[in-house]
């Protein structure tokens, strides 16, 4: 790249002193060789092609801002002016016209046209490049044909003039060159950069196009007429036509662009406000993304109201139903409580701009109908032109209410007001439709965030509880027994599921002696997490009792001294409680409310249901008489299952698992291991429900009597 | 879910609520409801018929359990009828023919609201 330069700067120079060398041979020994001029001029064509390339590969100023690139090009015509008014007077009288050729008097003149020349050229290059990129300028089809048309037009003219005389005129030429300005003037109409200039730079333009303009009137006159064009004339004629078709371009384009940016003075300021309004926006549509700092985002909501519409205060506030506001708890300052006149909403104040609280109570006092209520209620934004004059601040009979014009935008979210948005000015009438839109537009994009930052923070939340329940979940798993004690006499297996994450089914076994082991089911009324609290005292109660009282009413009553009056009215236990003579095989049994123990023998099926409330229906003597015990002896091979009604009321669409499906299920594999009983059960249950979730806890404690009365227990793998 | 309705009429001076449909814990505010307001106007007399009642739930049974003391506080009752089977087995079960007369017809109870006048 840098070789590449080099070369064509060195071409350049080369092609320049050739032809520098044969003018000044041709001056000093007075030939004529008809074939020496075409050369020369194609050697100057062919240089100032190398010119052009040459500036396209040094100067990078595609991204510079026209106006910039404006003020360069003044300097540069400014400079040129000076060489051409320097020139010609320099040139006066330093050519000799002679059968239409021209000769330079002196060699003084001649080195002088050909700087001139030289430096003309240069000029008009740099001038077309800079034409070309303001013509393309956000270019349309045919912007680039135009812009080649005329090249193409101003080369064909440079080129029709290879072969005549300095001093020849000739009517193609003229019809080509009037083309050519013709393709000029189209070209010029190509000013849409200006649109886009800031109001200080369409300022700046309008100087330099002024001056530009004025300037290349002055270029064109001297390379119209006087010494200068001579000067040119004489050192080539195709560069003359260049440049001159190139400067007149030129003129008219600063001619045109200054008028373009007159005209577009006055709206100048509009644009630039609506630039800013979409660039904006545009931010704004990002934070929604992203944010999900709330005051972050409530800050840049407010600053950049005040931005686009160029208010001079703004606020926010936040709507609540009640007081709910969790989710924005990071707004706890009592000053930015506020109260609506109508209906019951909270309003807090979540960020504000050049504006007081006192100021925000003096326009909307507390215990009156203020457009904060108007909003509330009609939902769409209000502007207030006259704060001073309007009615709706009549009422604040204040007078410290502050001049000028406010408007207020609801943020509405599913038909719900979710914020106001409020902007003042100290002018009054100062809101105007387009403004109203800006910030309306703006309050929907400040909905979307807000709404978004909300259900961040609700997800968070969420996800906590989620993790809440799981650990609690994980807690009361622990409170059921991790293994059940076996015994050669009897097996037991047992299984709890609860229905949501955490239930109130209950079960247990221990062993109260050497030859007693007892087993306790029960369920709490209700589900969830009240019902696993009340299960976790009754864990407790049974841990602290069951080795106290070998009679299972006296348990009971026990329990329910301990649980009565420690509960919610309408919330209850039921408990069923066997306790087992491995020995012999005799169960006693008691029922404070609960279903009744299935006990399984010879291939018959039968329930026991000692009498009894549930425990907390009611106070020591009622239960206590409520009460039976009722004694069972089991045979070799017999089943007891104690479970909740979480299995016998198992719904699938209007029936009930009930409990003759549970004896025919336990019968038709009561001859089987304990285990595989309780598994043939909840896969019944299951298939019952055709998988639907099921509504309540679900607990079966399976117990099989071998018979052999011994009182070993076996080691549990 | 089934639905759960109340009515609430009026037999010779008692308050009758008669139930229909599934009572449990999403239904059973509906009914806590029916208690509150007879209590708050004073009535403390009243017979509830389920006779339409299909099921009920331990959280249906609670209901029955936050107001008898009140009402009972105050000289009334709550008097169960005419239950099918299957409600008078739940019931029973709990222990509710213990702690609430269960008649097996609506006229019953209100007799015997009337007798114990």
Redesign the interface.
């Known amino acids: 790249m840098k070789l590449r330069k080099v070369l064509y700067g060195a071409g350049v120079g080369l092609l320049l002193i050739i032809v520098l060398i044969i003018d000044v041979v041709r001056k000093s020994v007075d030939i004529d060789l008809s074939g020496l001029g075409l050369m020369r001029d194609i050697a100057i064509l062919c240089a100032f092609v190398l010119v052009f390339l040459l500036f396209e590969m040094i100067v990078r100023t595609r991204d510079q801002s026209p106006v910039k690139r404006m003020g360069l090009a003044l300097v540069g015509s400014v400079v040129m002016a000076i060489v051409g008014v320097g020139g010609s007077v320099m040139l006066e009288g330093g050519f000799d016209a002679k059968n239409s050729i021209l000769l330079p008097l002196s060699y003084g003149s001649l080195f002088l046209a050909t700087v001139v020349s030289a430096l003309f050229g240069v000029f008009a290059v740099g001038v077309l490049r800079f034409l070309r990129d303001l013509t393309l300028y956000k270019r349309k089809r045919g912007t680039q044909r135009n812009l080649l048309i005329f090249i193409g037009l101003t080369l064909a003219t440079s080129i029709s003039t290879l072969w005549l005389k300095p001093l020849e005129r000739e009517v193609f030429v003229s019809i080509l060159y009037g083309f050519a300005i013709v393709a000029a003037v189209v070209n010029s109409f190509r000013l849409s950069w200006i649109v886009y200039l800031s109001k200080r730079e369409k300022v700046f333009g309008l100087v330099y196009g002024f001056f530009l303009f004025s300037v290349f009137i002055v270029l064109n006159i001297a390379i119209q007429s006087g010494s200068i064009s001579r000067a040119l004339l004489y050192y080539s004629y195709p560069l003359k036509e260049f440049v001159s078709l190139v400067c007149v371009f030129g003129n008219i384009y600063f001619g045109m662009a200054f008028v373009s940016t007159l005209f577009h003075l006055p709206t100048a300021e509009a644009f630039d406000r609506k630039t800013s309004e979409l660039s904006s926006l545009h931010n704004l549509s990002k934070l929604v993304t992203q944010a999900f700092d709330f005051n972050e985002l409530i800050d840049t909501v407010t600053s950049m109201t005040l931005q686009v519409c160029e208010a001079k205060g703004c606020w926010l506030e936040l709507i609540h139903t009640n007081e709910d506001g969790r989710g924005d708890s990071l707004i706890k300052r009592e000053d930015a409580l506020r109260r609506s006149f109508v209906g019951s909403y909270v309003v807090r104040i979540a960020g504000m701009k050049n504006i007081t609280h006192e100021e925000i109570d003096a326009l909307l006092p507390d215990g009156v109908r203020t457009v904060r209520d108007a909003v509330l209620e009609e939902r769409r934004p209000i502007v207030v032109d006259d704060i001073r004059r309007d009615v709706r601040f009549k009422k604040t009979g204040r007078t410290s209410v502050p001049t000028g014009s406010l408007v207020v935008v609801p943020l509405i979210s599913h038909a719900d007001v979710i914020g106001i948005l409020y902007a003042t000015k100290d002018t009054e009438h100062g809101f105007f439709k387009d403004d109203v839109d800006v910030i309306s537009a703006f309050a929907d994009q400040a909905t979307i965030a807000i709404e978004n930052s909300r259900l961040f923070n609700k997800s968070l939340e969420r996800e906590r509880l989620i993790r809440e329940m799981m650990l609690a979940q994980e807690m009361q798993r622990k409170l059921l027994p991790q293994t059940l004690p076996q015994f050669l006499s009897v097996e037991l297996a047992a299984s709890s599921t609860p229905a949501f994450e955490v239930g109130g089914d209950y079960y247990d076994v221990a062993q109260l002696d050497e030859h007693r082991v007892g087993v306790i089911v029960g369920d709490v009324s209700g589900k969830g997490v009240s019902a696993a609290f009340y299960m976790s005292e009754v864990k407790g109660i049974f841990q602290a009792l069951n080795k106290m009282y070998h009679s299972p009413k006296d348990f009971m009553v026990k329990a329910n001294e301990a649980l009565f009056g420690s509960f919610d009215k309408r919330s209850f236990i039921t408990l069923i409680y066997a306790i087992m003579d491995i020995r012999t095989g005799t169960v006693m049994i008691a029922r404070a409310g609960h279903c009744p123990l299935l006990h399984i023998s010879e291939n018959r099926g039968s329930y026991v249901r000692p009498a009894g409330i549930g425990i907390g229906l009611g106070d020591g003597t009622v239960f206590a008489s409520s009460i039976e015990e009722q004694m069972i002896h089991l045979r070799e091979g017999d089943v007891c299952v104690l479970y909740t009604d979480g299995v016998t009321e198992a719904r699938f669409k209007d029936d009930e698992y009930g409990y003759d499906r549970l004896m025919d299920a336990v019968l038709d594999v009561h001859h089987q291991s304990a285990t595989e009983i309780k598994l043939h059960v909840l896969n019944s249950v299951k298939t019952f429900t055709d998988q639907e979730a099921s509504h309540d806890d679900l607990t079966l404690v399976v117990l099989k009597w071998r018979g052999n009365g011994s009182t070993q227990p076996i080691e549990v793998s | 879910m ?1 639905e759960f309705k109340i009515g609430v009429r009026e037999a010779e001076g008692i308050n009758v609520l008669e139930l229909k449909g599934y009572l449990d ?1 999403h239904t059973a505010p509906k009914l806590e409801e029916a208690f509150s307001s007879l209590l708050s106007l004073k009535q403390f007399r009243i017979v509830v018929n389920c006779k339409d009642l ?1 099921y009920i ?3 249906g ?3 029955f ?2 107001y008898i ?1 009140d009402v009972r506080q105050n000289k009334g009752d709550i008097k169960l009828t005419n239950m099918s089977p299957k409600v008078y087995n739940v019931f029973d ?4 023919p ?2 609430y007369e269960i008649f097996k017809d609506e006229r019953e109870a209100v007799t015997k609201f009337k007798d114990s006048k």
């Open positions: 089934s814990a299909s739930s331990s959280a049974l609670g209901v359990m936050a003391e079960l709990l222990g509710f213990l702690l």
